[in-house]
């Protein structure tokens, strides 16, 4: 055994009994709190439960109605993303305003940037929008997935947004020092949970598109998920931690950058600094590199890297690199996952004021999450064209679309 593939099978291991473990703890806490609510009186089990099963609901549905939208009329929901969430997520800021305790006044404070940043964000996005719409409708227009595919997948990740946060209710019962710890832990794993649900039918949607791009092949989904789950299980789950991280390090980076510019020499030298660290570390972790794994079965590292290099060696990294897609499901998942935090944390402070904040968190967060796995097969479509496009650059079929020519100015600027 490789010590590729060693390590895919330790990661492997390591999630399916972080899974029994968390269900475990998940029972255990909702049954520790239903007994607690029945004896202290201190915790209204409905109360809490209705208004977050409720918004956990409404994420699978707004999450389907993304990507309906999306492949139906993908031009107008790409820039109805790029504007409806800042201002969803102000609205979240001026309600965490309205319930008025020292957590969430510290949230609206955070929404409220992040709203700005969105705002500029979109401005600063704007004229390139077209050249966006056009990469995707080419990607997802070619014999996209079944509807039922996607639904069932928006159904997965519902309902283990709906079974992870019963045990979060359970431990807010007690509200002992230990109950944040599980709390932690409970919102860790369901993170982790969601990016490998979502990575696996990214996976299992690329290998279908990669065959249609790069060999006009049909390849049953059935066929392409069952070999997702035999081989590509382990890959999955290294780079649903690696891709984030890479992802988070690389937009400090350059927001370092753009803060800095040529002003500061110090500022500039630590932006350069950044930068090349980010350059890097982006070869090693990359969502481009889920194609190689699904299609080859190949290591996430050692995918990213090849597949990184063959953008290198196209020239078209700077192009790949501005990709407006991964925005786009970005921002659609903020959209979602703020639509779902005003439904639970209003329905909340009108019914219980004090589990107001909480509630509004632990619903935004479900929403993103789900949002984000209902959106997967967008992002899979336009990650198999360019790879197959940079594995097969003479094929006629993928012209219309070609990278190299869907940015004139092909600007850092992803989410």
Same mark, same amino acid.
């Given at each position: 055994?490789?010590?590729?593939?060693?390590?895919?099978?330790?990661?492997?291991?390591?999630?399916?009994?972080? #899974?029994?473990?968390?269900?475990?703890?998940?029972? &255990?806490?909702?049954?520790?709190?239903?007994? /607690?609510?029945?004896?202290?009186?201190?915790?209204?089990?409905?109360?809490?439960?209705?208004?977050?099963?409720?918004?956990?609901?409404?994420?699978?549905?707004?999450?389907?109605?993304?990507?309906?939208?999306?492949?139906?009329? *993908?031009?107008?929901?790409?820039?109805?993303?790029?504007?409806?969430?800042?201002?969803?997520?102000?609205?979240?800021?001026?309600?965490?305003?309205?319930?008025?305790?020292?957590?969430?006044?510290?949230?609206?404070? &955070?929404?409220?940037?992040?709203?700005? &940043?969105?705002?500029?964000?979109?401005?600063?996005?704007?004229?390139?929008?077209?050249?966006?719409?056009?990469?995707?409708?080419?990607?997802?227009?070619?014999?996209?997935?079944?509807?039922?595919?996607?639904?069932?997948?928006?159904?997965?990740?519902?309902?283990?947004?709906?079974?992870?946060?019963?045990?979060?209710?359970?431990?807010?019962?007690?509200?002992?020092?230990?109950?944040?710890?599980?709390?932690?832990?409970?919102?860790?794993?369901?993170?982790?949970?969601?990016?490998?649900?979502?990575?696996?039918?990214?996976?299992?949607?690329?290998?279908?598109?990669?065959?249609?791009?790069?060999?006009?092949?049909?390849?049953?989904?059935?066929?392409?998920?069952?070999?997702?789950?035999?081989? /590509?299980?382990?890959?999955?789950?290294?780079?649903?931690?690696?891709?984030?991280?890479?992802?988070?390090?690389?937009?400090?980076?350059?927001?370092?950058?753009?803060?800095?510019?040529?002003?500061?020499?110090?500022?500039?030298?630590?932006?350069?600094?950044?930068?090349?660290?980010?350059?890097?570390? #982006?070869?090693?972790?990359?969502?481009?590199?889920?194609?190689?794994?699904?299609?080859?079965?190949?290591?996430?590292?050692?995918?990213? &890297?090849?597949?990184?290099?063959?953008?290198?060696?196209?020239?078209?990294?700077?192009?790949?690199?501005?990709?407006?897609?991964?925005?786009?499901?970005?921002?659609?998942?903020?959209?979602?996952?703020?639509?779902?935090?005003?439904?639970?944390?209003?329905?909340?402070?009108?019914?219980?004021?004090?589990?107001?904040?909480?509630?509004?968190?632990?619903?935004?967060?479900?929403?993103?999450?789900?949002?984000?796995?209902?959106?997967?097969?967008?992002?899979?479509?336009?990650?198999?064209?360019?790879?197959?496009?940079?594995?097969?650059?003479?094929?006629?079929?993928?012209?219309?679309?070609?990278?190299?020519?869907?940015?004139?100015? *092909?600007?850092?600027?992803?989410?």
């Amino acid at each position: 055994m490789t010590g590729g593939n060693f390590f895919n099978k330790l990661f492997q291991y390591i999630f399916y009994f972080h #899974v029994l473990l968390v269900t475990i703890l998940v029972i &255990i806490l909702t049954i520790r709190g239903a007994l /607690s609510a029945v004896h202290t009186h201190d915790f209204h089990p409905k109360e809490w439960y209705m208004s977050v099963l409720a918004s956990t609901a409404c994420a699978g549905i707004i999450g389907f109605t993304w990507q309906a939208f999306t492949r139906t009329s *993908p031009s107008r929901t790409v820039r109805v993303a790029f504007w409806l969430s800042p201002l969803l997520t102000c609205a979240i800021g001026i309600l965490l305003i309205y319930i008025g305790t020292p957590v969430s006044s510290a949230a609206s404070a &955070i929404a409220f940037l992040s709203a700005l &940043i969105q705002s500029l964000y979109a401005c600063w996005v704007n004229p390139r929008l077209e050249n966006a719409t056009r990469i995707v409708k080419i990607s997802i227009g070619h014999r996209p997935p079944k509807v039922m595919v996607i639904l069932l997948s928006i159904i997965i990740g519902t309902l283990c947004s709906a079974f992870l946060v019963t045990g979060i209710g359970g431990a807010t019962a007690t509200r002992t020092k230990v109950d944040s710890l599980f709390i932690f832990l409970i919102i860790a794993s369901f993170t982790w949970t969601m990016q490998i649900i979502r990575n696996t039918m990214h996976v299992a949607v690329s290998y279908v598109k990669y065959m249609q791009f790069a060999h006009n092949i049909d390849v049953a989904f059935t066929a392409a998920f069952k070999s997702t789950i035999k081989h /590509s299980m382990g890959s999955i789950c290294i780079g649903s931690i690696l891709v984030p991280i890479v992802g988070v390090i690389t937009g400090i980076a350059r927001a370092v950058s753009l803060v800095s510019g040529d002003v500061d020499e110090f500022m500039f030298s630590c932006a350069d600094c950044c930068s090349g660290i980010a350059s890097r570390l #982006v070869a090693y972790g990359n969502r481009w590199g889920f194609v190689h794994a699904g299609v080859y079965n190949k290591g996430m590292v050692q995918a990213s &890297i090849e597949t990184w290099e063959l953008f290198k060696t196209h020239g078209i990294e700077k192009t790949i690199d501005s990709d407006l897609t991964s925005s786009f499901c970005f921002l659609t998942g903020v959209a979602t996952g703020s639509l779902c935090a005003l439904i639970g944390g209003i329905w909340s402070f009108v019914i219980h004021r004090s589990y107001a904040t909480g509630v509004t968190m632990y619903t935004f967060l479900t929403g993103y999450l789900v949002s984000r796995v209902a959106m997967a097969w967008v992002q899979a479509s336009v990650s198999a064209y360019y790879v197959a496009y940079s594995d097969y650059p003479q094929n006629q079929e993928l012209d219309a679309g070609r990278p190299s020519n869907m940015m004139e100015d *092909p600007q850092r600027s992803r989410v």
